[in-house]
């Protein structure tokens, strides 16, 4: 099992860029493949980006597509979320989710979670 300790969130304007990180911790990060979720308030958690053990693979929601780019290092064990032209509907806690796979695919059926970071983005 891999623990998940996402990092910076925050408060930025409109139109504005954060980065948030993940760091993971406690088994082999290889053969992880990675996700962004994200949940606003009231509303349900919905998809953003993943990312393939290797990183040579990544989807993303349409929402986020030109904004969004999910990227990692096996090195430093830690998987990225650059978010550009932040809009006002990002706003949201943002969570990373792992899943072990043998093989270097996209995977969404998520078993391993941390605990999330804000992100406010005010108009």
């Known amino acids: 099992q891999v623990r998940l300790v996402e990092s910076g969130g925050g408060l930025v304007q409109a139109g504005g860029s954060l980065r948030l990180s993940c760091v993971a911790s406690g088994d082999t990060f290889a053969r992880y493949s990675m996700g962004w979720f994200r949940q606003a308030p009231g509303k349900e958690r919905e998809f953003v980006a993943a990312?393939?053990?290797?990183?040579?693979?990544?989807h993303y929601a349409d929402s986020v597509k030109g904004r969004f780019t999910i990227s990692r290092d096996n090195v430093k064990n830690t998987v990225y979320l650059q978010m550009n032209s932040l809009k006002p509907d990002d706003t949201a806690v943002y969570y990373c989710?792992?899943?072990?796979?043998?093989?270097?695919?996209?995977?969404?059926?998520?078993?391993?979670w941390g605990q999330g970071t804000q992100v406010t983005v005010s108009s």
């Open positions: 990312i393939s053990w290797s990183g040579g693979s990544t």
């Open positions: 989710a792992a899943k072990w796979f043998f093989r270097d695919i996209i995977v969404l059926d998520y078993d391993q």
